[in-house]
């Protein structure tokens, strides 16, 4: 059992790299040290771990609304560098925007047994907040890191900052 567990969402060369195919450009180039930072704090406290990804499929009905990104087995759907996972990090892939639809993250959540989730990476207005509603939805106490969140749009990256905090009751780290 772990006191924490940090998510670290969607951290992908197709939404960090300026070459991506969905980058958000510098404010998500400006958080990997952030959470590098989380990681390694984290790994160190024997906290739980685990990164979420994006792993489309090429026809996936999401780029009907987005340009294709994060096609399983391509450059785009892989974790950056600067972030790769430490070895005991668990690795959750998903197709839609909240990190549970689908995917094993609710069963790993309750072999952790967090006290608190930390959630940290892109986009700040789509999967981010979605993985927090859904967290919240099933109890768990969440902080979001401030400077560890990043989005294509400063004014959605703020409405979803308020609203993980007023709807959800998110805890803002500075």
């Known amino acids: 059992m772990a006191e924490k567990a940090l998510l670290v969402i969607d951290m992908l060369n197709d939404f960090v790299h300026p070459q991506g195919a969905l980058t958000c450009g510098p404010p998500a180039q400006e ?7 989380l990681v390694e704090r984290f790994a160190a406290d024997d906290q739980g ?3 979420v990804k994006d792993a ?3 026809d996936d009905p999401e780029f009907q609304m987005f340009p294709p990104h994060a096609v399983r087995g391509t450059w785009g ?4 560098d600067a972030l790769q996972p430490p070895p005991r990090a668990r690795i959750v892939e998903k197709t839609r925007y909240s990190a549970f ?3 094993p993250l609710d069963q790993i959540l ?3 047994s967090p006290k608190e989730v930390w959630v940290c990476g892109v986009c700040t207005s789509i999967c981010v907040m979605d993985t927090v509603g859904d967290l919240r939805n099933r109890d768990y106490p969440v902080v979001v890191p401030v400077r560890a969140v990043a989005d294509f749009d400063p004014q959605f990256h703020r409405f979803a900052l308020e609203r993980m905090e007023r709807v959800y ?6």
């Open 169 to 174: 009751g998110a805890r803002l780290h500075p």
């Open 31 to 37: 958080i990997v040290e952030p959470i590098r930072e």
């Open 56 to 58: 489309h499929r090429p």
């Open 77 to 80: 759907a892989q974790i950056i």
């Open 101 to 103: 639809f689908n995917t």
């Open 49 to 51: 771990l685990i990164y």
């Open 110 to 112: 309750q072999e952790i």
